[in-house]
Each structure stands twice: as C-alpha cells, then as structure tokens.
C-alpha cells in the first residue's frame, strides 16, 4: 500500500502536526516504505497463534476501588499558562 | 397514522458507574466538588503516569452483563480513541472497541402493553472526558476535569425500536435496571445517565436502513422523545421535498426544540482506535464470575412475576412495586410484619405511601413513615380496629409525627366502636327523628338506606364497622 499527497495531509491533520509543503512527498514515500515492511511482515503464516498483548503473558492487574490520591490543585496548576477560579484557561473551542 | 415512512431507532447510553474512584486512577469521582481538586496526574495526563484499571468497574460491568443475559467476554482490551479537545488532556479517551467486556444481550420493554424484545449490541467500559466551561472567562475556555476519568459504561442497542415511544421505554427500563443493580446513581441532573440516539426513517417495507444522525447528549426522558420526534420529522420533510439526509451530529437544543448541526468535519469521526499499550488485556475466569454471581441480585423481571404468583398482585401493582429495589424491600418487610393479606399491603404502599412521597419529593429510603410503623397501621385494619376511611386519618398522623398507628388510634380516640348496643341507640334516634325518610325506605325506596347509612356514620365520627351498621339498619328498618 502506497500513501498519497492527500493521505499525509490527512494523516497530519488529524494529529495536528503542521508540516511544511515541500517535505509531503518525502513522508508519502518515507511512510509508505514502512507501511510495505507491515505489508511483508503480513505473509508470515500465523494461523494457530494466538495473539500476544505481553512478552511475559501477563493480565491487567486490577487495584481496589479505593480512594487514594490527595488535592494538589496548587501544585498542577503552577505550570499551567493561565487559571482562573480554579479551572485551566485555553483558547475557546465552540463557535 | 398511517405515513408511509418508517422510523429506525438505535441508542447508545452512557451510565456512569458509582464507584468512589476513577476508572484508572484513585482519585475521588464524587460530584460536586471545586473545581479540579479531584484531579490527580493520571486524569491530567501528566507523562510518565500509568492507568491502574478499578476492579470495582470491572465488576460492576458484569454484573450489567450477567443482568441482561449477554456473553461476558473473558479476553477483553481497552483501546485508546484519538481526537483532540481541551477537556481530554491525553488527546485520546481510552476505551474499547474490538473486544468489549459485555456482548450481546437484550432488554424487555413494554409499550402500551405490549412486550418487546430490543438487543443489547454491546457494552464496553471508558473513562469520561472533563468539562468545558465557556462563559465569564474573556473569551477563553475554562476547563475543569474532576469529571476525566470518571468510569462510564457505554451501552449500545441494536437498531431495533421504531418510535420515540418506545426509545423512552427502553431508556426508562434501562435507567431502572442500572439504578436496581446498584451500579449507577441514574441522576440524569448530574450526567451519570444520558443517551445519544442514532436515527433514520425509511419508506415502509424497505430493508436497508436510511441514513442516520446521531443525536448527542440527550439528559432526560423527555426531551429523548421530543429530540426524536423532531428529528424524524426534519429528516421525513427533508425527503420529501427532494433532499438528501447526510451523516451527521447533532445536538438537541431543548428551548428551541429543535436538533441542529454539532459539526460537519467528516474526518472528526476518524478515532484512529488502536490497542492502549499501557493496559494488559482484562481476562475474567469462571471464578471471577462464580462469586459476582452468588451476589447478583435477584432481576427486576423474576421478581415482578415472585411477586405476581406469591403475594396475587396484579401486574400494575408488581410492576410498581419492584421499580426499585428499595421499594421491593419495603413491601416485602410490611407484608411480614404486618401479617395481613399482601394485597392490602401493596395497595397502601402504592397508594396512600407513594403519592405521599411523590408529593413530598422524598425516596423511599427517606420515608418518615417506616415499614414497621405502617405494618402497625395495616394490623388494625386487618382486625378490624379502624375502618379503611379512620386509617387514612391515622396515615396521616404517622406522617406528620412518630408515633405508633396503636398510640394514635389511643390517644385520637378513633377505636372502631363494636358496641352494637352504641350503634343500636344512635340508629334508633335517627329513626326517630327521620320519620319521613323511614317511611319512603318503607314503602320501597331503596335509595334511602344510603342516607341512613351516612347520618349513623356522621354520628359516630367514622368510627362505626360499616358492615355491621349495614347489617344493623337493615334489621331495624324492616
């Protein structure tokens, strides 16, 4: 599978990456190699295996329903650019 | 109505489950609180922090699954859905696509007496995004995430209800459900129950589906109905004069009732869902559901036909009566308390009870009137102490005070008089001074007993056996 002029700008929007103009059609070409490398990778037979989420073949591990974290509004706000009446500031989003 | 279109209704509810912490993190998901002081480095999204799934949500998903008879999956894997919005600081909503924690199942509903079957698709476990504020703030947002990471399970049915009509009773029916198993607090007021609807209409007899819109955010049953109704209408009338229905979001605006356009970036449904590498697949064993099993509740359904069979309801009585569990508990304690046939019991417990609490705005768990004091109640009229007229006077008394239904028939003086040798005399006086009317019953006009009837009973405040003062005049009159 080859990837188009329009499916990087896609891709980029959507990811919200800006990306110059002049580099599209070097992504296209640098991302459609490994899209091929998945591609080859596809004709390996694997009927019979299982799918693997873990080296180790773990589970998720579940923790108790309890409450344990403090208020530290203080702390996670002095980074942030701009607050107000305790809530983060961000440019508006709706129209 | 006989329209030649056709309305195809799928819902996908969103119910937020009541655990004391967040899905992925120990943070606190109680409502209410100042703003993003229930916010820890998990639900901002800080780097370098990790989910740690909450077994309680886990358990409590099964148990929605177990209640609706679906498949419970014992392999199933969160996935991260990427979109950006401020309110979603990680730029992706870990939740499940592929492999859901809960398969097909299905709900009963009934509309207008009639049963009907909807399937259950699927439901998967997700964290909710924070909340954006947009006024006051010169012109920014204001962004509080106390809500980020709330666990929500998103419950999606088959397209399979035909009218808002029945769209409302499959989210009533399920909002009972939810609240019955005691996984959600079902308060629509605060977001923990809301539902999108996906519609389309169709001609009649087509078997593709039209186009859908989804409509978002719908937070009560009635605007559920009014959203769907207008929609269908927009897209029929659309139709009709030549138009063409697009894919769409949109939202339901409740004061203008009417549904509009949310966005029309076709690429904003383009989630790019892929596995979340942070978290391990969730595999539940035999074990696992042996023991939530031994705990399930017994069903709203199976215990509207116990009632039914054991205590000779009718449905309308059953059916109210197990529309809550803690409703359910209540009469079942008054009928083995008060030790009187169940259909008196269901018929105060629905009647004088429920109006008194609806009007009240109260809950059963709040009643002031507890099991043990309206089975005191109950007791006198089932051994005729008090007529059922004097027994509303002595409700209203346990209402309003603390006192037993035995000391207030004491202290009111309102102990049903037997005494026929008291009845006799008072009869005997009204006789005396109604001759006319004792004439007319005489000489065959029966409707005249009736006033005979209410003159003994004014006299003796109510507190006359009805039956026995019947059996009384009648004698006397003869």
Not at chain 1, 9 to 37: F, N
Not at chain 1, 48 to 58: N, S, T
Not at chain 2, 97 to 116: A, F, R
């Amino acid at each position: 599978m080859s990837l188009t002029a329009d499916n990087v700008k896609k891709i980029a929007h959507l990811a919200r990456l800006g990306i110059e103009q002049q580099d599209v059609a070097s992504y296209a070409k640098d991302l459609s190699g490994m899209l091929a490398l998945m591609t080859q990778m596809g004709d390996v037979v694997t009927d019979g295996v299982e799918p693997m989420a873990h080296p180790m073949d773990q589970a998720q591990r579940l923790r108790a329903d309890q409450v344990t974290e403090q208020d530290n509004r203080e702390k996670f706000q002095s980074i942030a650019p701009q607050v107000e009446a305790g809530l983060y500031l961000v440019p508006k989003v709706i129209e | 109505m006989n329209s030649p279109w056709e309305t195809v209704i799928g819902l996908e509810i969103h119910a937020q489950l009541a655990t004391k912490s967040k899905i992925f993190s120990g943070a606190s998901t109680a409502y209410g609180a100042e703003p993003n002081t229930q916010a820890c480095a998990v639900d901002l999204g800080l780097p370098g922090v990790l989910p740690v799934l909450n077994e309680e949500a886990v358990r409590m998903a099964v148990i929605f699954g177990m209640a609706i008879e679906a498949h419970i999956a014992p392999y199933s894997v969160f996935a991260r859905k990427n979109y950006f919005y401020p309110d979603l600081p990680k730029g992706y909503q870990i939740s499940q696509m592929e492999l859901p924690i809960v398969g097909i199942g299905h709900l009963d509903i009934d509309v207008d007496g009639v049963t009907k079957r909807i399937g259950i698709t699927r439901a998967h476990l997700e964290e909710d995004a924070g909340k954006s504020l947009h006024e006051n703030f010169h012109g920014l947002t204001g962004i509080d995430l106390n809500r980020a990471g709330t666990p929500l399970l998103e419950i999606v049915s088959e397209p399979e209800m035909s009218s808002a009509k029945e769209a409302v009773a499959y989210m009533r029916k399920m909002h009972e459900l939810v609240r019955y198993l005691g996984i959600c607090d079902g308060n629509m007021q605060e977001g923990s129950f809301r539902c999108d609807a996906n519609v389309s209409v169709r001609p009649k007899g087509q078997k593709e589906f039209g186009t859908r819109a989804e409509i978002k955010n719908i937070n009560s049953f009635k605007f559920v109905e009014k959203a769907i109704n207008h929609e269908v209408e927009r897209q029929i009338e659309l139709i009709e004069s030549g138009g063409r229905v697009v894919q769409e979001t949109r939202l339901y605006d409740s004061v203008k009732d009417e549904t509009r356009s949310m966005r029309s970036k076709e690429e904003a449904n383009d989630y790019r869902y892929f596995p979340d590498p942070d978290l391990l697949p969730v595999l539940i064993d035999e074990d696992f559901k042996a023991l939530i099993k031994a705990r399930l509740p017994e069903l709203p359904q199976a215990k509207k036909q116990r009632f039914k069979e054991q205590y000779e309801l009718d449905d309308e009585n059953a059916t109210l009566l197990t529309s809550s569990r803690a409703l359910a508990d209540y009469f079942e304690l008054v009928v083995k308390e008060a030790a009187s046939p169940a259909k008196i019991c269901a018929n105060w417990v629905t009647g004088e009870l429920l109006a008194a609490l609806n009007k009240a705005g109260l809950e059963i768990t709040d009643s002031p009137v507890s099991h043990e004091r309206l089975a005191g109640l109950l007791k006198r009229i089932s051994d005729d102490t008090i007529s059922g007229k004097i027994a509303k006077q002595v409700f209203e008394a346990l209402w309003l005070g603390t006192a037993t239904a035995d000391e207030i028939i004491e202290d009111q003086g309102l102990k049903q008089i037997t005494d026929t040798g008291a009845i006799e005399a008072i009869i005997d006086r009204i006789m005396a001074d109604n001759m006319g009317q004792v004439e007319q019953y005489r000489s065959g006009k029966d409707k005249v007993f009736g006033f005979f009837v209410g003159q003994v009973m004014k006299e003796m405040q109510g507190k006359a056996n009805p039956g026995e003062v019947n059996k009384m005049l009648k004698a006397k009159l003869k």
